[in-house]
């Protein structure tokens, strides 16, 4: 059994927590205020997949 931390889970982790606590924040909104919220999270995320397709060639 490995007992080495894989530096990338650590990674998916933290991403997975900020993507949870901007969901979180964008839900507390205003109704009229979520679309927009969820526009920029929609942006944010196919960024950083853009970034990761980018750097992984």
Do not use: I, K
């Not at 490995?2 to 982790?13: E, I, R, S």
């Not at 909104?29 to 942006?43: C, D, H, K, S, V």
Request: proline share 5%.
């Amino acid at each position: 059994m490995n007992t080495q931390h894989d530096p990338g889970a650590l990674g998916h982790a933290e991403a997975v927590e900020r993507c949870a606590e901007q969901l979180t924040a964008v839900e507390a909104l205003p109704l009229a205020e979520r679309a927009p919220g969820f526009e920029r999270m929609y942006t944010e995320l196919v960024s950083e997949l853009e970034r990761s397709d980018v750097s992984a060639e």
